[in-house]
Antibody, heavy 121, light 106 residues
């Protein structure tokens, strides 16, 4: 079955960068858009951007442009997100999630298990 | 596009009907999805296209609406349905979510 497995929790200092991985299995990695969504503690969901794992083309939420980068390594069916210049407001669970099928759908099914990123001095 | 969900919290007894609302600040046509999230878990897709149930979702979940007004109805609440529900539009960039409705046991 389609599965997304993310890397483990991270603790970072303000001003640092974090890189989170999302390993896909059970489907053709290059066929489905891959999104990143975050959720601050006790808060709602915030879409950050998506990547086409085939072409590498990206769409970013304007809020994150300039300090957020999505990449992929098709040889190991893994997508990455990197967020730079971290502040305490970036403390959140970061999720990867796919489109439900090949094509461009922009709703999410399934989701990874989430990666907690804590930013603290 | 701002998505506004109401109410913030809904207290319902098991077996009762729950009606959750989602309003978009401008028309999103039928480009709307609903998700369920339980504590410590990622969201789970329930509905897409405003009214189409995702694979494996029980028939007690139904979605309706188009344009700016949407509703998620749970016809007879089961114990496993107590959770937070989010709507999300995918009409244009950026994709945005509502702030969520928590369905709690009355």
């Amino acid at each position: 079955q389609v599965q997304l497995v993310q890397s483990g929790a991270e603790v970072k200092k303000p001003g640092a960068s974090v890189k989170v991985s999302c390993k896909a299995s059970g489907y053709t990695f290059t066929g489905y858009y891959l999104h990143w969504v975050r959720q601050a503690p006790g808060q709602g969901l915030e879409w950050m951007g998506r990547i086409n794992p085939n072409s590498g083309a990206t769409n970013y939420a304007q809020k994150f442009q300039g300090r957020f980068t999505m990449t992929k390594d098709t040889s190991i069916s893994t997508a990455y997100m990197e967020l730079r210049t971290l502040t305490s407001d970036d403390t959140a669970v970061y999720y990867c999630a796919t489109d439900p099928a090949a094509g461009s759908y922009n709703w999410f099914d399934p989701w990874g298990q989430g990666t907690l990123v804590t930013v603290s001095s | 596009i701002v998505m506004t969900q109401s109410p913030a919290t809904l207290s319902v007894s098991p077996g009762e009907r729950a009606t959750l609302s989602c309003r978009a600040s401008q028309s999103v046509s039928s480009n709307l999805a609903w998700y369920q999230q339980k504590p410590g878990q990622p969201p789970r897709l329930l509905i897409y296209g405003a009214s189409t149930r995702a694979t494996g979702i029980p028939a007690r979940f139904s979605g309706s609406g188009s344009g700016t007004e949407f509703t998620l109805t749970i016809s007879s609440l089961q114990s496993e349905d107590f959770a937070v529900y989010y709507c999300q539009h995918y009409h244009k960039w950026p994709l945005t979510f509502g702030q969520g409705t928590k369905v709690e046991i009355k």
